[in-house]
Nanobody, 117 residues
Framework: QVQLVESGGGLVQPGGSLRLSCAAS????????MGWYRQAPGKQRELVAR?????????ADSVKGRFTISRDIAKNTLYLQMNMNSLKPEDTAVYYC?????????WGQGTQVTVSS
């Protein structure tokens, strides 16, 4: 059974940094993309960044130049580095890990990121 488990969220001051991790257990075939999404209170879930298999890496305009998505295939882990001096209060949201494969789409349970002084 496939599970995605996020970690690394928390409370951070504006201008701080965090690194989110998503550890995948189980075997997933036919992966189309792996990525991070977020959902702020009262808003729809939105794409933050994703790695398309054999293709480009996409970032939301709001995080370009501030966040970096990467993966460690050996560890079956996806990361989202939110760089130093980059976090803003508007980045506050629950961050979800996603693996889009055929035929299933997998989601983690989410990790809360709160940017506040």
């Amino acid at each position: 059974q496939v599970q995605l488990v996020e970690s690394g969220g928390g409370l951070v001051q504006p201008g701080g940094s965090l690194r989110l991790s998503c550890a995948a257990s189980g075997i997933i075939f036919n992966i189309k993309a792996m990525g991070w999404y977020r959902q702020a209170p009262g808003k729809q879930r939105e794409l933050v960044a994703r790695i398309i298999s054999g293709g480009p890496t996409n970032y939301a305009d709001s995080v370009k130049g501030r966040f970096t998505i990467s993966r460690d295939i050996a560890k079956n882990t996806l990361y989202l580095q939110m760089n130093m001096n980059s976090l803003k209060p508007e980045d506050t949201a629950v961050y979800y890990c996603n693996v889009d494969s055929v035929p299933r789409n997998y989601w983690g349970q989410g990790t809360q990121v709160t940017v506040s002084s």
